[in-house]
């Protein structure tokens, strides 16, 4: 800590050297090495969006599959060589692409992606703080990223294949290399891969909360943070707290798949050999794996919630509704989320006892959330607003939450949920809530900050195409699914054809199918948007453009290693003074007036 405190002084006081000292930066140390935190937020992005185009390309080539069993796509043998035969999708490779395409997205994407990139850009800039409290473990932090990433990658080309067990790995399948050709070599490249990406997050996370906790600036008390801020804080404490007990499961997979022990193996027989595994339980590895699983969901959701509640403030030009109210209900759901794990888990045999305690404490997480979703609400009521990209992709996210969320009280009732369980029913919940809408969540984000982080804006236009195409194609995709899991239709299966109950939603299938086509080639849009404007993009000519209160847009429009040339800005107030005693907007920098008094 003493480091960090002596980098603010020379940093503050000091400022030739420091000046003098950044001529001399070549290109490795500035944007390959860099420890600068906002260098660092946009490797994790570009990062991000790769695996993304990658996490999005698996999924349109299992849809194929499914919106068209029956016929064949000779470019798919082109490319893919063996895993498509004859132009279409084998069976194993099926269960590959749906494996990788959501430890992809919900890992790779949607929380180093969302996490890393806005919990570096955002957390010095409006805490006031001229770095992470530690650059040096900020910079490993993503080069583990990146090296989970180049492990993760490089299973995709082993000859039997990447890992095809599901995103969630459960033994015995996984366990056992002759199980199937997903679990041999692909698997050990899967768990090594993970746990490079758990040491990635760890170093993140308490990197993020020594920064919150040490490095605000005179007068920047915890309530008067802005409340992404507040949510990057909870998902940090999320992720330290439980991707440990991920990792100890990843590490006793690896013993049970390559060291002959028995944590998840017992009285398995397989291709007629009975194997000598016993006393292990594969229910265990499912109670390792959803202790991390559930606040996982949290930790990709609640940096989305923040940075919507910032932007629908900004975007209303009125305070967010309930500042109290959101930092309780965050903290709420943070607790909630460590205590709800056996949901997942109903279908197991559980005790129904036991299952009536976390079917209440599921429910539980409903009243937070409801408090948030009224208080946003609250916020877009009789406000200003103006419909920025951004701003629309905040409400967007609000709507999906809403509907997302509300499928989620079906499935924590554990009655329902028998029927329920791994139907279309689930993917149609989860992808919808924490899916999309944290994708949504990050749209509003990077189309927000973006003037912040490149100094250029991003192209309207394509903005709300982008919007309008992704929010119609995610509904007209996700919310049929619905109905085919009430009817029972199971996921995870290659083919539906043969079943007479499930061959009326042949037409249903094609339809979902040729949407996310549609929504996949939109992203793409988004990407060109993206790397176009870092270059060609209108540029930025105001300090604050969107005119908010927080303290990133005290600072330059491009600003340098430090943050704020001259002394760091005093703070006075909470991030929520708009539409105030006649002005439309009172930055926290700006002292109280005399008869003023402190909103929150």
Avoid: C
Avoid at 169 to 189: E, F, H, R, T, V
Avoid at 191 to 196: E, G, I, P, R, T
Avoid at 245 to 254: E, F, Y
Avoid at 281 to 300: A, D, K, N, R, T
């Amino acid at each position: 800590m003493s480091n960090a405190a002596t980098l603010h002084e020379t940093d503050v006081h000091g400022h030739d050297a420091h000046h003098e000292h950044h001529h001399h930066e070549t290109f490795i140390s500035k944007y390959v090495f860099s420890q600068d935190h906002k260098m660092i937020s946009k490797q994790f992005i570009i990062t991000g969006i790769i695996w993304a185009i990658i996490g999005g390309l698996f999924s349109v080539l299992f849809r194929l599959q499914l919106g068209y069993p029956d016929s064949t796509f000779p470019f798919l043998e082109d490319i893919l060589g063996h895993w498509a035969k004859g132009g279409k999708i084998q069976p194993e490779f099926y269960y590959a692409l749906v494996t990788m395409h959501g430890t992809i997205l919900v890992f790779f994407v949607l929380t180093a992606g969302l996490s890393g990139t806005f919990a570096n850009f955002l957390i010095p800039l409006q805490i006031g703080a001229r770095d992470m409290a530690s650059p040096m473990l900020n910079m490993l932090s993503y080069w583990f990223f990146f090296l989970a990433s180049i492990i993760m990658f490089s299973s995709l080309f082993v000859e039997t294949g990447p890992a095809a067990g599901g995103w969630t790995i459960y033994p015995p399948l996984s366990a056992l290399g002759d199980a199937s050709q997903g679990s041999k070599i692909g698997m050990d490249l899967w768990l090594v891969s993970m746990a490079m990406f758990i040491v990635s997050s760890l170093l993140g996370g308490l990197n993020y909360i020594s920064t919150i906790l040490n490095l605000r600036t005179k007068g920047m008390s915890m309530a008067k943070m802005p409340l992404t801020v507040w949510a990057l804080f909870f998902t940090a404490v999320l992720g330290v707290l439980s991707f440990p007990v991920l990792l100890s499961g990843a590490i006793l997979l690896l013993f049970d798949r390559n060291m002959g022990t028995s944590f998840f193996l017992s009285d398995i027989v397989i291709n007629g050999k009975i194997l000598p595994n016993e006393g292990g339980s594969p229910i265990l590895f499912q109670h390792l794996f959803w202790f991390l699983g559930h606040p996982e969901v949290y930790i990709i959701l609640l940096p989305a919630m923040g940075m919507s509640s910032e932007i629908l403030s900004v975007n209303s030009r009125k305070p967010i509704f309930g500042y109290k109210a959101m930092v309780g209900s965050l903290f709420a759901i943070t607790l909630l989320a460590f205590l709800v794990w056996a949901h997942h888990m109903f279908v197991t045999g559980l005790n129904p006892f036991l299952g009536a305690f976390f079917v209440l404490l599921t429910l539980l997480i409903a009243l937070p959330s409801a408090i948030k979703v009224f208080n946003w609400l609250t916020t877009l009521w009789r406000a200003n607003i103006r419909f920025t990209p951004a701003m629309m992709f905040a409400i967007g996210f609000v709507s999906l939450f809403i509907s997302g969320g509300l499928t989620g009280i079906f499935l924590g009732n554990s009655a329902l949920d028998i029927h329920l369980h791994d139907t279309y029913f689930v993917v149609a919940h989860f992808h919808i809530v924490m899916g999309v809408a944290s994708f949504f969540g990050m749209f509003a984000g990077v189309y927000h900050w973006y003037p912040k982080m490149y100094g250029r804006y991003l192209n309207t236009t394509l903005g709300y195409i982008h919007f309008w195409i992704t929010i119609v194609g995610a509904y007209l995709i996700f919310w049929p699914m619905h109905y085919e899991g009430l009817a029972g239709m199971p996921r995870r299966y290659y083919d539906y054809t043969g079943w007479e109950s499930f061959k009326m939603f042949a037409g249903l299938n094609q339809f979902i199918s040729f949407v996310a086509m549609i929504v996949f080639a939109t992203q793409l849009l988004f990407v060109f948007n993206f790397f176009y404007s870092i270059f060609k993009g209108r540029k930025v000519t105001t300090q604050n453009p969107w005119g908010a209160n927080t303290l990133e847009w005290t600072t330059p429009i491009n600003p340098g290693h430090g943050n704020w040339p001259g002394e760091i800005p005093e703070v006075f107030r909470g991030a929520y003074d708009y539409a105030k005693d006649g002005h439309e907007f009172i930055p926290q920098n700006v002292p109280l007036g005399e008869n003023e008094t402190e909103s929150h």
